[in-house]
């Protein structure tokens, strides 16, 4: 292990350059399949709930374990960390490739979850502890654009992958860029100092089973009916089951001895905690948002997997355009207006769309709630996560930014799981019986002959319905963020990085003036 670089020898942008690579990757991949959806489905002939699974699996590895990879960081440095987590990512995404069952694909995808939750936290605690409070908000404006840009890039990069070379190449395409990203992060992040910690081994239990159990009756509901699963396990019971273990864990955060994996403390801070409850919502509007959009467009529309991919070209240009204005301004400006500005966007393009989606509208009507959505999302990204981390302690860098990586993941693991069962009720409910009485339903998108037509309308109503879900958590995001306080200078950073700037200064004239004895 290298050993750690004072403040004096940190290049603070290139060191972020290189963990952009990496932490870009990991993010597609949580958008990228959306689009590939359709084709899977036809690849290993399996249905809609199955191939959502795709997604939920890979959600519910990276977020579960991200409390303590943020730990993991503080205690054996954050680029050794996210080094190890770089290379299992890039193995198990040649894994999912060479998938040939749903199966192995969502094996394959769980173990690229647990790596992509070995980097990202380290992404953020390094600018966290690199860049002063009052140069971040260019750093996190980079950070926020990434995490903006990439969940938008992701769909439009994945159909034209799908339609050239087929779904498998969405998960190939990450080992170039895998081993680009490690070569260059093993040149450029420098070994910081670390920190000793426990490891809460119950709350890591809790916290795991506590998630699986309410992913996993979300998402399953609608297959079982809302009802009896097996014996006596029911849907309910398993919601109900996982809502009492995480409490049962907060509880256990609260009152375990020892150092806690959910430092209840930096709850403390006001904007921490609202920042969080916005950040939740963000995660699962993004991952919930894509899927009845693709569905409509591939399945009712007809469009290619690239096809469907550029009606979100709008929102890709406008918000990769405008994010770094963004960033750059909110070490001046408020960064709660951007957040209030681009949550309610969010909000009013979903519910946009939802309006406009009929099977025979114009496409170019589509493109418009699009263009909004990139003006959303340049407000969203880096002002939540700059109002997050502002105040937080140099040796807390990563524990917060697990714990804001986590709640993140929570709502997009939630919001995978919560639109797979709003889709398949409403096409149960929405898509008229069949000749002989047969039931329809969404697997029809997967058919050699597609949707028949008599069930586009039945279907298209189901997608739109399906988005105001979406709509409705974003604006939750607004409210929170009307309560931001605007953010002051961080007293604990300043203070840190002086006395490690002194202790710097003095082991160099320790050095040299042992060169100095050492001289005849």
Not at 16 to 30: A, E, N, P, Q, R
């Amino acid at each position: 292990m290298t050993s750690p670089a004072s403040a004096r020898d940190v290049r603070p942008w290139p060191a972020l350059w290189s963990l952009v690579i990496g932490f870009f990757m990991i993010l597609i991949d949580t958008t990228i399949v959306s689009v590939a959806n359709p084709k899977i489905m036809d690849g290993l002939d399996t249905d809609i709930n199955s191939v959502l699974w795709v997604t939920s699996a890979y959600l519910l590895a990276y977020a579960v374990p991200l409390l303590i990879t943020g730990r993991l960081g503080d205690r054996f440095g954050p680029k050794n960390v996210y080094l190890v987590g770089l290379a299992i990512f890039t193995l198990a995404s040649a894994w999912c490739g060479f998938s040939g069952t749903i199966g192995v694909l969502i094996a394959a995808r769980v173990v690229q979850g647990l790596g992509a939750a070995l980097m990202t936290p380290q992404t953020m605690a390094v600018i966290t502890r690199i860049f002063p409070p009052d140069r971040r908000g260019a750093a996190m404006g980079l950070w926020g654009s990434v995490a903006g840009i990439a969940t938008l890039v992701g769909p439009i990069l994945g159909g034209v992958l799908v339609d050239g070379l087929g779904w498998e190449w969405i998960f190939f395409v990450n080992v170039p860029v895998g081993v680009v990203g490690f070569v260059l992060a093993m040149i450029f992040v420098p070994a910081l100092p670390t920190h000793a910690h426990r490891f809460d081994v119950l709350g890591v239990v809790l916290s795991a089973v506590g998630m699986f159990l309410l992913v996993f009756g979300i998402q399953e509901g609608e297959t079982y009916d809302w009802g009896v699963i097996t014996g006596p396990i029911t849907v309910w019971s398993l919601i109900i089951a996982g809502v009492v273990v995480l409490a049962a864990f907060v509880a256990w955060q609260a009152r375990g001895r020892g150092e806690p994996l959910l430092p209840l403390g930096l709850f403390r801070d006001r904007n921490f905690t609202l920042a969080n409850a916005a950040i939740t919502t963000i995660g699962f509007t993004v991952t919930s948002m894509s899927l009845p959009l693709v569905f409509y467009l591939q399945t009712v529309r007809g469009f290619t997997p690239t096809q469907s991919a550029l009606m979100l070209v709008p929102m890709a240009v406008i918000s990769t355009a405008l994010a770094p204005f963004v960033g750059r301004s909110i070490d001046r400006v408020n960064p709660k207006y951007y957040a209030i500005a681009g949550t309610l966007l969010l909000a009013i393009a979903l519910v946009w769309y939802a309006v406009l989606l009929t099977p025979d509208v114009a496409w170019g009507w589509l493109l418009l709630p699009s263009a909004l959505m990139g003006f959303a999302n340049a407000g969203i990204w880096a002002p939540i996560s700059n109002t997050a981390t502002r105040n937080l302690a140099r040796d807390k860098a990563g524990a917060g930014s697990g714990v804001f990586n986590t709640t993140r993941q929570i709502g997009a693991v939630l919001g995978s799981a919560s639109i797979a069962a709003l889709i398949q009720a409403r096409l149960a409910a929405d898509l008229p019986a069949l000749p002989g009485g047969q039931k329809a339903s969404g697997d029809f998108a997967s058919s050699a002959g597609g949707l028949p037509e008599q069930l586009h309308a039945g279907f298209t109503s189901a997608m739109a319905q399906s988005l105001l879900l979406p709509a409705a958590v974003v604006l939750l995001g607004t409210i929170v963020a009307i309560f931001f306080a605007r953010p002051t200078a961080n007293a604990d950073w300043q203070r840190s990085m002086a006395a490690e700037a002194g202790r710097a200064r003095s082991a160099g004239d320790a050095r040299a003036e042992g060169s100095a004895r050492a001289r005849p």
